[in-house]
């Protein structure tokens, strides 16, 4: 992923001021809109149907995605990508409405599905590959900088970058307002009810076919990866901030949140973040100097990685190389659910939709994950952890889920969306209980 610049080639090319870089992170990262647009993205392991310990020839991957890239072969024209360990990730269009949404999701993954089966291969939906250690294949100069520079914080970078997958909720940023559509509001929401996707999707507790103490191992990855680029920016968790109030009129493009400006959070999150990789031509690796943040490079600081300060280009791209929770993008991206078997996907993307663009239920949403952030303890590693065995959070999931089909309850609706909802609730939720379990059950039982 690499952040569209609104601005022509001859400017994106020009060497930027630390004060246009702030501008610019501000400006391209939070697009300001009325709520309702919904898009995800879906990462699938890849592997053998027959034997799912081998480990599948990358060539073979893109073979079959080379053939479903072709004009009209995704009827409803996803985007397919690959990540470097092989994992395949489809990405939907924006779509108007979540029903909409579903459905081309449901119908490009159809054909995915079918051709990778035709081959021998299967799809997969899980946090994090449960039986092969991690084997790079895409040799692109951005993952062979990005495997240099996670090496120097152990073997975390090579799990998540090969080993890892994922379903990505993408909602719109909102409205430069204090209510419950603006983006301050939004921005904290998303972020409070984090730990309760975590620990009701949680999907990953096995690595090497042996149970690692965790529910979401894949949470504990992103977790002890890199602080400066993968925990939430400061000031963006409930903890550090006062609930939300809503307040009448706007702030205006670029102004200060009310309720706490997640545009200035963002940016010097951004700005101080340790460069991972720098674009370079002529087939010269892309690695970036230990410990030089891009505001470091703004300023001229020695050890940099050009003579030259950086470009619009290069902002943009170091800032498709953050990977928090919650991403902007322009619009706002979940990062934090594991992937989920078959169709279960269809919940994640539908309790996040309700939840962030209902008013009644983003106020309930609120309210119910408040004690889990007033305790003592990091509640992205709780949900982790125990998924929803921690009774704090298996209570505030439970009223997140209801405040959710509440939502779903209007008119305009999918009542089988509604209906897929309420049955993750009836066989996970409401029994303190999450995917992983299940995996752990069947593990257990195996002779």
């Not at 084997?135 to 520079?149: K, S």
């Not at 000031?235 to 307040?247: S, Y």
Request: proline share 10%.
């Amino acid at each position: 992923m690499v952040i569209k610049l609104p601005v022509d080639t001859e400017v994106a090319s020009q060497i930027l001021t630390e004060d246009e870089a702030e501008q610019m992170v501000g400006t391209i990262c939070f697009k300001t809109g009325p709520p309702g647009t919904v898009g995800t993205e879906l990462e699938w392991l890849v592997g053998d149907r027959v034997n799912p310990t081998l480990h599948i020839p990358f060539q073979r991957i893109k073979d079959i995605l080379s053939d479903l890239q072709r004009p009209g072969v995704l009827a409803a024209s996803g985007l397919l990508t690959l990540e470097p360990g092989g994992q395949v990730e489809l990405s939907t269009a924006p779509a108007a409405t979540l029903t909409a949404c579903v459905a081309a999701a449901r119908t490009d993954l159809t054909s995915l599905a079918e051709a990778f089966a035709a081959d021998g291969l299967a799809l997969t939906g899980a946090g994090l590959d449960p039986l092969r250690r991690p084997r790079r294949g895409l040799e692109l100069p951005r993952y062979a900088a990005m495997e240099e520079y996670f090496d120097r914080r152990g073997a975390w970078g090579r799990l998540m970058m090969c080993s890892t997958a994922s379903v990505q909720v993408c909602v719109d940023a909102g409205l430069d307002d204090g209510g419950p559509s603006g983006v301050g509001f939004r921005w904290r929401l998303l972020h409070a009810i984090g730990p309760v996707l975590v620990g009701a999707f949680a999907n990953s507790p096995l690595r090497h076919g042996r149970p690692t103490g965790w529910k979401c191992t894949r949470q504990l990855i992103w977790h002890r990866l890199d602080p400066c680029r993968t925990h939430a920016p400061p000031g963006a968790e409930p903890a550090r901030l006062p609930l939300p109030a809503q307040r009448p009129g706007r702030t205006g493009q670029g102004a200060a949140d009310p309720d706490g400006d997640p545009r200035a959070a963002w940016t010097r999150y951004a700005l101080d973040a340790e460069l991972l990789c720098v674009r370079r031509p002529d087939g010269r690796p892309w690695s970036a100097p230990a410990g030089i943040t891009f505001r470091d490079w703004l300023r001229g600081a020695p050890g940099r990685p050009e003579a030259d300060g950086p470009t619009a280009e290069d902002l943009a791209y170091h800032l498709s190389t953050l990977f928090p929770p919650v991403r902007p993008r322009g619009h706002l991206e979940l990062r934090m659910i594991d992937a989920q078997p078959g169709d279960g996907w269809v919940v994640p993307l539908a309790v996040v939709t309700a939840l962030a663009d209902n008013p009644v239920a983003a106020q309930a949403a609120l309210a119910a994950t408040g004690p889990l952030w007033r305790r003592p303890g990091n509640p992205w590693l709780a949900a982790a952890r125990d998924g929803l065995a921690d009774p704090v959070l298996a209570r505030a999931a439970r009223d997140c889920f209801a405040a959710a089909d509440a939502a779903l309850a209007r008119p305009a609706a999918d009542p089988a969306i509604r209906a897929q909802v309420a049955r993750f609730a009836d066989r996970f939720v409401l029994r303190g209980r999450c995917p992983a379990d299940d995996v752990l059950d069947n593990l257990r039982e195996e002779p």
